[in-house]
């Protein structure tokens, strides 16, 4: 089975950084698209990051609001998947989940809807 857990969340300051891991068990985690989302409190839970695999490597994708200071990449040796996040802002205040999806799947990355199986979600604070 495909059980993701996260861990990395904290607080930090405005402009600081923290880097969240999700972490998987089964043996087949090469065959899973990985998401972030993000939920705020009395907010709905919001894409923030995926990625893939393909023929010619790994497919990336960003929502707006994160682009030029988050990174996602996946380390499949460890079956981890990191959310790097840079110049971080008190709207990234969240709890943030972590998703799988068997591939090849269907329908957009951007939906939860997508989305099997979901981690218990770590909270990231960030202070002004």
């Known amino acids: 089975q495909m059980q993701p857990v996260e861990s990395g969340g904290g607080l930090v300051q405005a402009g600081g950084s923290l880097r969240l891991s999700c972490a998987t068990s089964?043996?087949?985690?090469?065959?899973?698209?990985m998401g972030w989302f993000r939920q705020a409190p009395g907010k709905e839970r919001d894409f923030v990051a995926a990625i893939t695999i393909s023929r010619s490597g790994s497919s990336i994708y960003y929502a707006d609001s994160v682009k030029g200071r988050f990174t996602i990449s996946r380390d499949n040796a460890k079956n981890t998947v990191y959310l790097q996040m840079n110049s971080l802002k008190p709207e990234d205040t969240a709890v943030y989940y972590c998703?799988?999806?068997?591939?090849?799947?269907?329908?957009?990355?951007?939906?939860?809807?997508?989305?099997?199986?979901w981690g218990q979600g770590t909270q990231v604070t960030v202070s002004s």
């Open positions: 998703a799988a999806r068997l591939l090849p799947g269907s329908g957009s990355y951007y939906y939860t809807s997508s989305y099997e199986y």
């Open positions: 089964g043996r087949t985690f090469s065959s899973y698209a």
